[in-house]
């Protein structure tokens, strides 16, 4: 036996309450390490979510400025041009969505009030068609003894049927208003969020390497610095393989729901296609919510008639091919990730961060499960995150 183990079993029988407690305080230890950190993602979120999403942007373009400046172009040129291809498209999309996402912001507290109206009409026909043919007779023979009734009870019963319907009415509409200026509201810091990522991709596409090859080559943390270049290539080949893999089938799968509802006339195709488009960059839930979301938008141009399923039925076919298709023959078996572990995550990020969380969370799961991979660590881990 060695003399190390030796010593550390003569301790353990000599001191046998010291190392249970160590043990405890270790794991203690840990908890609160895990509770600060969760804490400080929590409250740096508005600083934290314009870094990721920036940081992931930059991964993508950074090759094509690699491969620019082979042919000696600055990284400076490339950069603006590369922005400028990345921004133009966006910003052409947007001007021509705005103003249909401006009228249904504008139409929603009609919307929900015609939906309510609607309901209310059906449910009014409902209880007539339940009513037994007795009740009519029953209140003929009782017209007489309605003159020794008490009429103001009578009359209460339509005027606060009446009341309420108009109660629910005036929260629905108060809750669309509501809605719309809280997205008013927030579109300045929106767009303030926005133009800080466009300056900050620019910055690290054109510093970003210098610095990045400084902290290898002169830092003292970073022991084997070639192996430390091979690994921060692999990872951002395979990372940005799959972002970019992502994206194009997002992106087909806009302008194919797009052209099928131009096709079967339903109006304003264009903002549903980029709609399912950038819900699909959320696995399992953004489907569904596509979903709900068509279904709203069918009852308000059909009506309450079957024709109202139609957006719906005809995204859910074409996201069953994408789905379960043409993703799984694209990404393969080793880019697929457990669906448990994605609901869970998915809930835990969008806890932290809101929706711009649930759009970041697989992009951020994916790139855990690549660095673990690649620096060989917590085989568990990966293990966990890709199976089936």
Not at 120 to 145: M, R, W
Not at 232 to 252: C, D, K, P
Not at 351 to 366: D, E, F, I, S
Request: aromatic fraction near 10%; hydrophobic fraction near 55%.
């Amino acid at each position: 036996m060695d003399t190390s183990e030796s010593v550390k079993d003569t301790q353990k029988r000599a001191y046998p309450a010291t190392y249970p407690k160590e043990t405890y305080q270790t794991r203690l230890l840990k908890v609160l390490v895990t509770l600060a950190v969760v804490y400080t993602l929590y409250l740096a979120k508005s600083l934290l979510i314009p870094l990721f999403f920036s940081a992931f942007i930059a991964l993508l373009l950074s090759p094509l400025v690699s491969v620019a400046r082979k042919f000696y172009i600055p990284r400076t040129i490339s950069a603006t041009a590369l922005m400028a291809l990345l921004v133009t498209p966006f910003t052409f999309l947007g001007l021509e969505l705005a103003e249909p996402a401006e009228r249904w912001m504008h139409s929603l507290p009609k919307i929900a009030a015609e939906i309510t109206q609607e309901i209310d009409e059906i449910s009014n026909n409902l209880e007539v068609e339940k009513t037994p043919p007795d009740a009519a007779a029953k209140e003929e023979d009782a017209s007489f003894f309605d003159w020794f009734s008490d009429d103001d009870e009578d009359a209460e019963a339509p005027v606060a049927q009446q009341e309420n319907s108009t109660t629910v009415t005036d929260k629905l509409k108060q809750s669309g208003i509501e809605m719309g200026l809280t997205m008013f509201s927030s579109a300045p810091l929106l767009l303030a969020q926005i133009f800080a990522c466009i300056i900050l991709i620019f910055f690290l596409l054109v510093f970003g390497p210098g610095l990045f090859s400084v902290f290898i080559k002169d830092f003292p943390i970073v022991t084997n610095k070639r192996r430390a270049l091979v690994l921060v290539n692999q990872i951002q080949r395979e990372l940005s393989g799959y972002i970019v893999t992502i994206s194009i089938i997002n992106a087909f799968l806009g302008l194919a729901t797009a052209a099928v509802f131009t096709y079967m006339g339903v109006d304003d195709a264009l903002l549903w296609g980029a709609l399912v488009a950038l819900m699909n960059f959320v696995p399992y839930l953004g489907g569904l919510a596509s979903c709900s979301i068509l279904l709203v938008a069918g009852v308000v141009q059909f009506g309450l008639v079957s024709a109202a399923l139609l957006p719906a039925i005809l995204f859910l076919g074409i996201n069953i091919i994408e789905s379960q298709l043409v993703t799984p023959a694209v990404l393969g078996k080793s880019m697929q990730l457990n669906p448990l572990i994605i609901i869970l995550w998915l809930s835990v990020t969008g806890w932290l961060w809101g929706v711009v969380g649930v759009l970041l969370a697989v992009p951020l799961l994916m790139s855990f499960k690549i660095i673990l991979k690649n620096l060989g660590v917590l085989p568990h881990w990966i293990k966990l995150i890709k199976s089936k």
